[in-house]
């Protein structure tokens, strides 16, 4: 029994990681496996996405340019600190100069040894200096990045925020701007320096002496490509790792969040082998991960400590036989030891440089995305009333799938429009085009006689309140949240359109009444009242037009009595479109149009449709026998 659930469990993970499946899930799942597979992942264009984050960063090319010198400043010092001790030992330590006593000797000494600390200060100061002048670089840059990230993203249309899921969106500032930003605090820097230090320990090496030299230089290929190996078979483990690592916190997550789903139907046991084989596919994934890369140090060192060793025996033969001065070897030596450090650390920060091109080139995707663009002869009316017109619509997501076919309607001011019929009938995207979420393919849509696509996109969406059935909630106080509703409104008219919305009762009853804080999209409310909040914002809107996409279909049948009322005082003098599916709602509407595949089937008031045969009248009888 446990091989066969291991074996369904293995194959359904092993298809949700196959093919395009894969891909999506690696979008829509938790910022640590985002990031995860930012990090293994390459540039599309390089060149061009390198390119384009030095002019973004060219801001700030006085201080780069200042870290650069200061770097450069730093590899020297450390280069030439290295190289005084051959000086120093051959006079002072190991023969001394001809008539100087050991007085003199001494002296002579602790200069040398005061001039050497002082370099070292020098390289300590830079390195400080360098890395201070990086982090205000970079977190100057990211601030800038993320306010033009998230800037942009307030002028794209809804349609992208429809193919682009939540995670996908969230990750492009968290994760693949803090690539962006590891890179600039160290990565930048440490490549400088390892590409000075490098290049300079070898002019010092083939200067200090050729052979010893050459050897230490011969070595590095050797261990480049032994390093490489690793890092290949490590960096595939790793992706492993991380892939499993997001498939148990993506499980963690959906059945904590499920919680209720998976009591109700006695799955607690099924979750706990799911989960435990999920945990065992990790524990295998991060034992061979960190095996593979927990061996890189070890093998490296022993190759350096190789050519250390090599370098140290054929410098001591050049000692004896050809008169190599010791501190000439001590020198040889110490940068043998010490030169393919910066070429490990370079190698290493490879991966930190594709990951954060990677990173800035999905930040720039979204940057380039073409945003809403006003008309140019757009007109700002002075006032609005509400009268609105659909001549001959049709409307399609996908050029060629029509959703909506040859709407046609009317809507005086004040008067109430419902629209009625099944799921996907098309009656919440008769209001998207409305609010020029989308553009019409076909046809016209006139507010007070004016094609909606000539008014300035701010004043058509200030002209038009809606709530929505899926209700949201900022952080906040309550009275904020109902606020939002009008930036200006006193706090007399938010507790009035609180009461409007039968929402007054419930937010004086909280811990702190309007001044209770919201957090997490009003958790700690029931679905009701997050409902009743958004009404009363929509309530405290002086918008002209009122859309109401089952406003009130998270309450109760009372509190929806309650809601009715207060909204018939609102929609006084307001345009209003109303959706729902409880037929109820819409009795008392100017005008009901009952939609079917995206076409309009019937229309007329309440008592009219019920004289006439149609889908209308089946869904009332079938309501009526159902109660």
Not at 226 to 247: D, H
Not at 341 to 365: D, H, K, T, Y
Not at 419 to 447: H, Q
Request: hydrophobic share 40%; with cysteine; net charge neutral.
């Amino acid at each position: 029994m446990e091989q066969e659930q291991a074996r369904r469990l293995q194959k359904k993970y092993e298809r949700l990681y196959s093919g395009q499946q894969k891909k999506e899930m690696d979008v829509s799942r938790n910022s640590g496996r985002n990031r995860a597979m930012s990090a293994q992942g390459k540039p599309k264009n390089m060149k061009g996405t390198l390119a384009r984050l030095l002019r973004y960063l060219g801001r700030e090319r006085g201080l780069i340019v200042l870290a650069g010198v200061i770097t450069v400043v730093y590899a020297v010092s450390t280069l030439v600190s290295s190289y005084m001790l051959r000086p120093i030992i051959n006079r002072f330590l190991e023969e001394g100069t001809a008539g100087e006593g050991w007085d003199e000797r001494l002296t002579g000494l602790a200069f040398s040894l005061g001039i050497l600390a002082l370099v070292y200060l020098t390289s300590v100061l830079s390195q400080w200096l360098q890395q201070w002048i990086m982090l205000k670089v970079s977190q100057r840059s990211l601030a800038r990045l993320r306010r033009e990230l998230f800037g942009h993203l307030q002028t794209l249309p809804v349609s992208y925020f429809d193919r682009h899921g939540t995670g996908d969106l969230m990750s492009r500032f968290s994760n693949d701007v803090d690539a962006v930003g590891e890179m600039l605090n160290t990565t930048l820097i440490q490549m400088i320096s390892g590409g000075v230090t490098i290049g300079g320990t070898v002019v010092l090496m083939l200067y200090t002496n050729v052979i010893l030299g050459m050897i230490t230089i011969l070595f590095t290929p050797v261990l480049a490509f032994i390093s490489r190996q690793i890092m290949k078979s490590g960096s595939k483990a790793y992706g492993e790792q991380q892939r499993r690592l997001g498939a148990l916190n993506g499980f963690a997550q959906e059945t904590i969040t499920g919680q209720k789903v998976v009591k109700l139907f006695n799955h607690e046991e099924t979750a706990m082998e799911e989960f435990s084989y999920l945990n065992r596919r990790l524990m295998r994934a991060q034992i061979q991960a960190q095996f593979r890369s927990s061996i890189m140090g070890p093998v490296t060192h022993q190759l350096c400590n190789l050519s250390y060793a090599v370098t140290a025996g054929l410098g001591a033969v050049l000692v004896v036989t050809r008169g190599f001065d010791i501190g000439g070897l001590t020198v040889s030596v110490n940068y043998t030891r010490n030169f393919n450090r910066p070429i490990n650390e370079i190698s290493m920060q490879m991966n930190n440089v594709f990951s954060a091109l990677a990173g800035a080139e999905r930040v720039f995707q979204v940057l380039d995305e073409k945003p809403e663009e006003e008309e140019q002869d757009a007109v700002c009316p002075e006032r609005i009333s509400g009268y609105i017109s659909l001549e001959h619509v049709n409307f399609g997501y996908e050029p060629g799938r029509m959703i909506l076919h040859d709407i046609s309607l009317e809507a005086e001011p004040g008067q109430k429009i419902a629209f009625v019929g099944s799921t996907g009938a098309g009656k919440t995207t008769v209001t998207n085009l409305l609010s020029r979420f989308y553009e019409i393919s076909e046809g016209s849509i006139k507010i007070d006689g004016i094609p909606i696509g000539k008014i300035r996109r701010d004043v058509l969406r200030g002209s038009i309140a809606m709530v929505l059935q899926d209700t949201h909630l900022f952080t906040g106080t309550v009275r904020e949240n109902i606020r939002y509703g009008r930036l200006d409104a006193a706090d007399e008219e938010v507790e009035e359109a609180a009461r409007i919305a039968s929402a007054h009762s419930f937010i004086v009853h909280l811990e702190k009444g309007y001044d209770t804080v919201l957090e997490q999209d009003g958790a700690n409310l029931s679905q009701g009242q997050r409902q009743l909040l958004n009404i009363s914002r929509a309530a405290l809107s002086k918008a002209p037009i009122l859309i109401l996409d089952e406003a009130t279909s998270s309450v109760d049948t009372r509190t929806e009595r309650h809601i009715e009322a207060g909204m018939d005082a609102i929609m006084k003098n307001r345009t209003t479109f109303v959706i729902a599916h409880r037929l109820s709602t819409v009795r008392g509407a100017d005008q009901i149009l009952v939609l079917e595949g995206g076409r309009i089937i019937q229309r007329g008031t309440h008592e009219e449709l019920l004289r006439q045969p149609g889908r209308y009248a089946d869904l009332y009888h079938e309501i009526v026998q159902l109660d």
